[in-house]
């Protein structure tokens, strides 16, 4: 076949730049692509030389070879004989791509099971299944909150093809941990079952909790009074808020145990136990009375702490 | 044939990673063997088409689901016009020619 001039197929000057180029041959692969065009054996004739000329203008060396006039459009021409996608897409080959993303292929994981025309048409199966194999496993990664890790939680996972995947956070749940979802991956081919999903859980740090194996750690400022005198706190532990009491004489560092309101440990079913450390705080405006009974007993108590 | 996931990267010119989000995202659906994918000569020009349409035609990851699922419903759409047209072949003459004088007649 007689080739055209590459700069005239692709509609630029001769002086176009590599981007000039690029963006001509993108402009026209939208509209030209032969898996975009099915059916239409022109379109795909133009494709190809529009790819052709592409190619040869966006290798340097040949493209000074031929404004150089050391060899001819043809010249280059590649022998393009690979298939195309729509080669198999509309034989018994592209069964598994049909109803790709739809709902019924989730529900049923057949493929072809999905807005079948024929089916429609004539009220009955068309494609027969005869290869039977297991569906691949698949990975994926689920952020949730610190409380649905630590107590439990229903969550749902919609991927780019929108399956949805609904799924149960364990209660006691840890960062990383990965959890496995039977007959939850890729559908099997033929009546074959579908692989798994392994969903590792990433947990979002909470403003006040920290967690250390199934135990809950939590800073608690008290006040000087509190701490001194001691008194009755209200504590929020991962179930709601708790009274706790603190005991006479505490300090910032007394760490006070609340039994069983941890997380959940499966294996053992029990409960680990919150620690709260208080931190004493003293009022945040100067205050001379303060000052002065403090000045008063420091003369009789002297202590060290460093 | 078939290729596995290293030879189809290599022949695709992608990174296996890049390939294994696709896959991810069952963009393609390859069967798997041995703890490896296996792509037939089908997934292998899908992976390619990804590409293309990825690269040369700038269709962006958000938008891909959408242009893969309207490609599938058209192929399937056209597997199923290629069936109707092989079983109208077979059909008697009367039949053909009522089915094509009421196609004649639509609209």
Same mark, same amino acid.
């Given at each position: 076949?007689?080739?055209?001039?590459?700069?005239?197929?692709?509609?630029?000057?001769?002086?176009?730049?590599?981007?000039?180029?690029?963006?001509?041959?993108?402009?026209?692969?939208?509209?030209?692509?032969?898996? $975009?065009?099915?059916? =239409?054996?022109?379109?795909?004739?133009?494709?190809?030389?529009?790819?052709?000329?592409?190619?040869?203008?966006?290798?340097?060396?040949?493209?000074?070879?031929?404004?150089?006039?050391?060899?001819?459009?043809?010249?280059?021409?590649?022998?393009?004989?690979?298939?195309?996608?729509?080669?198999?897409?509309?034989?018994?080959?592209? =069964?598994?791509?049909?109803?790709?993303?739809?709902?019924?292929?989730?529900? $049923?994981?057949?493929?072809?099971?999905?807005?079948?025309?024929?089916?429609?048409?004539?009220?009955?199966?068309?494609?027969?299944?005869? /290869?039977? !194999?297991?569906?691949?496993?698949?990975?994926?990664?689920?952020?949730?909150?610190?409380?649905?890790?630590?107590?439990?939680?229903?969550?749902?996972?919609?991927?780019?093809?929108?399956?949805?995947?609904? #799924?149960? /956070?364990?209660?006691?749940?840890?960062?990383?941990?990965?959890?496995?979802?039977?007959?939850?991956?890729?559908? %099997?081919?033929?009546?074959?079952?579908?692989?798994?999903? #392994?969903?590792?859980?990433? /947990?979002?740090?909470?403003?006040?909790?920290?967690?250390?194996?199934?135990?809950?750690?939590?800073?608690?400022?008290?006040?000087?009074?509190?701490?001194?005198?001691?008194?009755?706190?209200?504590?929020?532990?991962?179930?709601?808020?708790?009274? !706790?009491?603190?005991?006479?004489?505490? =300090?910032?560092?007394?760490? $006070?145990?609340?039994? %069983?309101?941890? /997380?959940?440990?499966?294996?053992?079913? $029990?409960?680990?136990?919150?620690?709260?450390?208080?931190?004493?705080?003293?009022?945040?405006?100067?205050?001379?009375?303060?000052?002065? !009974?403090?000045?008063?007993?420091?003369?009789? =108590?002297?202590?060290?702490?460093? | 044939? @078939?290729?596995?996931?290293?030879? &189809?990267? &290599?022949?695709?010119?992608?990174?296996?990673?890049?390939?294994?989000?696709?896959?991810?995202?069952?963009?393609? +659906?390859?069967?798997? @063997?041995?703890?490896?994918?296996?792509?037939?000569?089908?997934?292998?020009?899908? +992976?390619?088409?990804?590409?293309?349409?990825?690269?040369?035609?700038?269709?962006?990851?958000?938008?891909?689901?959408?242009?893969?699922?309207?490609?599938?419903? +058209?192929?399937? &759409?056209?597997?199923?016009?290629?069936? +109707?047209?092989?079983?109208? &072949?077979?059909? @008697?003459?009367?039949?053909?020619?009522?089915?094509?004088?009421?196609?004649?007649?639509?609209?």
């Amino acid at each position: 076949m007689a080739m055209r001039d590459p700069y005239e197929v692709l509609g630029v000057a001769k002086t176009a730049g590599a981007d000039a180029i690029k963006q001509a041959y993108r402009k026209l692969a939208k509209r030209l692509h032969p898996d $975009l065009n099915p059916g =239409n054996a022109k379109i795909e004739q133009q494709f190809k030389e529009v790819s052709a000329a592409y190619h040869m203008l966006a290798d340097a060396e040949k493209r000074r070879r031929y404004d150089a006039g050391e060899i001819d459009a043809s010249g280059t021409e590649r022998a393009d004989s690979r298939k195309y996608y729509r080669s198999y897409a509309e034989s018994g080959r592209g =069964n598994k791509y049909r109803g790709f993303g739809t709902e019924e292929e989730i529900n $049923l994981g057949a493929p072809g099971d999905a807005d079948d025309l024929f089916a429609n048409l004539f009220g009955h199966r068309r494609f027969g299944q005869k /290869v039977r !194999m297991r569906g691949a496993d698949v990975s994926y990664a689920a952020t949730v909150e610190f409380l649905e890790a630590a107590l439990g939680a229903r969550k749902r996972l919609t991927l780019t093809d929108g399956k949805v995947i609904d #799924f149960t /956070v364990p209660p006691g749940t840890a960062e990383g941990q990965v959890l496995r979802l039977k007959g939850q991956g890729f559908a %099997g081919f033929g009546d074959a079952p579908p692989g798994d999903a #392994f969903v590792e859980i990433k /947990v979002k740090p909470h403003p006040q909790f920290t967690r250390a194996g199934f135990d809950i750690h939590l800073e608690m400022p008290v006040t000087l009074q509190e701490a001194v005198l001691g008194g009755t706190i209200e504590v929020p532990t991962i179930d709601g808020r708790v009274s !706790m009491a603190i005991p006479k004489g505490s =300090n910032t560092g007394t760490q $006070l145990r609340l039994k %069983g309101k941890g /997380v959940m440990n499966a294996k053992t079913h $029990l409960r680990g136990d919150q620690y709260v450390q208080l931190k004493v705080v003293l009022p945040s405006q100067k205050d001379e009375k303060l000052a002065e !009974m403090v000045e008063r007993w420091a003369k009789d =108590n002297p202590y060290k702490v460093r | 044939m @078939s290729w596995t996931m290293d030879q &189809a990267a &290599a022949e695709i010119g992608v990174e296996r990673t890049v390939i294994v989000s696709w896959i991810e995202q069952h963009w393609v +659906l390859p069967a798997a @063997s041995g703890g490896d994918y296996l792509f037939e000569e089908v997934d292998l020009a899908r +992976l390619r088409l990804i590409n293309e349409l990825l690269d040369e035609l700038q269709i962006g990851e958000e938008a891909m689901p959408i242009v893969l699922n309207l490609l599938d419903q +058209l192929y399937e &759409a056209r597997a199923a016009l290629g069936e +109707l047209e092989t079983a109208i &072949a077979g059909c @008697s003459d009367a039949v053909r020619d009522e089915i094509e004088a009421r196609i004649a007649r639509r609209g």
